[in-house]
């Protein structure tokens, strides 16, 4: 039994185990934790293929993959976990899921520079639709932006002010302070789902997060 084979069998036996051993009335009232995840690779077909693999049983009863985005120019690699609202350190912990990112960090190389990378995105839940885009700071909201509105406005993260610009209904980053520009690079956000982050600076803006 290889490596994936092993992450998939423990977690469904525990999925099992914890569906049986649950009460009817709970089960119909458990609402699935949003799961987030972003890959940012130029390893494109690999990296869906390994997603595919990996993620699905760890994610509920939906997997649901985002429209991806391009990045052209060159980028640290890299994977980003949100569980609701809060970024996760999959490096940290010994769940099967962490395990399971894990090994698609180091078998696409994402420790290396990347050439107009994809940013790929996973999720097992669509928010509803929002005309906001949220913005949180080390896992705490500290502003709503309306997207309805053309403006720009400054927020301050773990680097210094982030400038967010809205112009025709759609949220983009016009300037900051991280060292490879990666939030700067990102497409315009308009759509429920659709998430910036800068992991340098701590920020992550989101559109349409709250149930």
């Known amino acids: ?18 569906r049986k051993s649950a009460p009817d009335i709970i089960r119909k009232e458990i609402t ?3 799961m987030d995840v972003s890959i940012l690779t130029e390893h494109v077909e690999r990296a869906q293929r390994l997603a595919g693999e990996l993620l699905p049983e760890h994610f509920g009863e939906r997997f649901i993959r985002l ?6 120019g060159q980028f640290p690699g890299g994977i980003v976990l949100f569980e609701e609202q809060r970024r996760r ?3 940290d912990g010994a769940s099967l899921f962490y395990a399971a990112l894990r090994e698609m ?16 995105r996973f999720v097992n839940r669509i928010p509803s639709f929002s005309r906001t885009a ?10 709503a932006i309306p997207l309805h509105e053309e ?20 949220l983009h980053v016009a300037e900051a302070p991280c060292p490879h520009g990666t939030c700067r690079a990102h497409p315009p956000i308009i759509t429920p789902g659709q998430r910036i982050t800068c992991v340098p600076g701590d ?3 989101v559109i349409g997060l709250q149930k």
Do not use: C, W
């Open 89 to 91: 350190d999959y490096h």
């Open 203 to 205: 920020i992550s803006i």
């Open 1 to 18: 039994m290889d490596r994936r084979e092993f992450f998939k069998l423990g977690f469904l036996q525990i999925k099992d185990q914890a």
């Open 151 to 170: 403006g720009s406005h400054d927020v301050a993260g773990a680097l210094g002010v982030m400038h967010i610009v809205v112009a025709n209904k759609r």
């Open 105 to 120: 960090e180091a078998e696409l190389h994402l420790n290396e520079t990347q050439n107009d990378p994809m940013l790929l």
């Open 67 to 72: 429209k991806e985005s391009r990045l052209t």
């Open 32 to 34: 699935p934790t949003l």
């Open 134 to 143: 949220d913005v949180y700071f080390r896992n705490r909201q500290i502003a």
